[in-house]
């Protein structure tokens, strides 16, 4: 039974050693190629492996269109609130009230080995008033 216990436990540990997980998201880039300030979290999946970049970034690719219908920040989400809005929420949830027009980058991280930037941005600018975001810059 013990040699059961372990080999099942050996086989757990060697499957999620071959998966793993990739994440999304929607950034601000300062002075650097590496994205610095999250904006919009996207839903994690499931990668076959750690070195599969590529399917990574076609499914960050993927989810971006879809949250963002193509890069658009007024596209409104399924809670009804306007993207660009979600953004400054979030921007205002860690102090920062006000942002001078900028793109936002959509960004990945594959098996929590950094983030990078897939070097696809919004169609249109990001900037916060107080928090609010006005719909153009």
């Known amino acids: 039974m013990k040699f059961l216990v372990i080999l ?27 994205p610095t300030c999250t904006l919009y979290e996207m839903a994690p999946f499931e990668s076959a492996d750690c070195n599969d970049v590529e399917t990574c970034q076609a499914e ?15 596209y409104i989400l399924d809670d009804g609130t306007v993207l660009g809005q979600s953004m400054c929420t979030s921007l205002k949830e860690e102090g920062y009230h006000n942002l001078q027009p900028s793109t936002v980058y959509l960004a990945y991280n594959l098996c929590s080995g950094g983030w990078k930037d897939v070097s696809i ?17």
Not at 16 to 34: D, F, I, P, R, V
């Open 8 to 34: 099942l436990f050996f086989n757990a540990l060697t499957w999620a050693e071959e998966t793993g997980e990739c994440q999304c998201m929607a950034a601000l880039k300062y002075h650097s190629s590496h």
């Open 60 to 74: 960050c690719q993927k989810e971006w269109d879809a949250v963002t219908n193509g890069g658009d920040l007024n």
């Open 121 to 137: 941005a919004s169609d249109m600018l990001l900037c916060c008033e107080g928090g609010v975001y006005p719909g153009e810059c």
